[in-house]
């Protein structure tokens, strides 16, 4: 089964373009976001690792323990400008990480055999 989509694909792919060309309001870009984390858990199915990318969204994804109460054990957050370089490719995961722009934590939270998604 499948994730259950929000944002048709021709809509979120259009706000990708958008914020890839430097056009995208706030709206635009919160649908960017939120485009790409549902494609990441359609991706990557599961439950073991919470993206988080405030304000705009949060994402389970990837296969393995699930977490039910408090803050899960392994979550990646990082800003949505931060978070659309790495779909699409404009940044790559270990630079990301190294300078800070993304904080990893828990041995599951290594997304860089998944990104870029477009």
Same mark, same amino acid.
């Given at each position: ?30 649908? !960017?976001?939120r485009f790409? /984390?549902?494609?990441? $858990?359609?991706?990557? %199915? ?6 988080? #990318? ?26 949505? !400008?931060?978070?659309?370089? /790495?779909?699409?490719? $404009?940044?790559?995961? %270990? ?6 722009? #993304?904080?990893?934590?828990g041995l599951?939270?290594?997304l860089s ?6």
């Amino acid at each position: 089964m499948g994730v259950r989509r929000r944002i048709a694909p021709a809509e979120g792919q259009a706000a990708l373009r958008a914020w890839q060309q430097g056009s995208a309001d706030r709206k635009t870009t919160a649908t !960017a976001v939120r485009f790409s /984390l549902e494609e990441l $858990a359609e991706r990557a %199915p599961g439950n073991s690792v919470e993206v988080r #990318v405030p304000p705009f969204g949060v994402a389970q994804c990837i296969a393995g323990p699930r977490h039910t109460r408090g803050t899960p054990p392994n979550v990646v957050e990082c800003d949505p !400008a931060t978070w659309l370089a /790495l779909v699409t490719g $404009a940044q790559d995961w %270990p630079a990301a990480v190294e300078r800070g722009k #993304v904080a990893a934590s828990g041995l599951r939270a290594e997304l860089s055999g998944l990104l870029p998604l477009f």
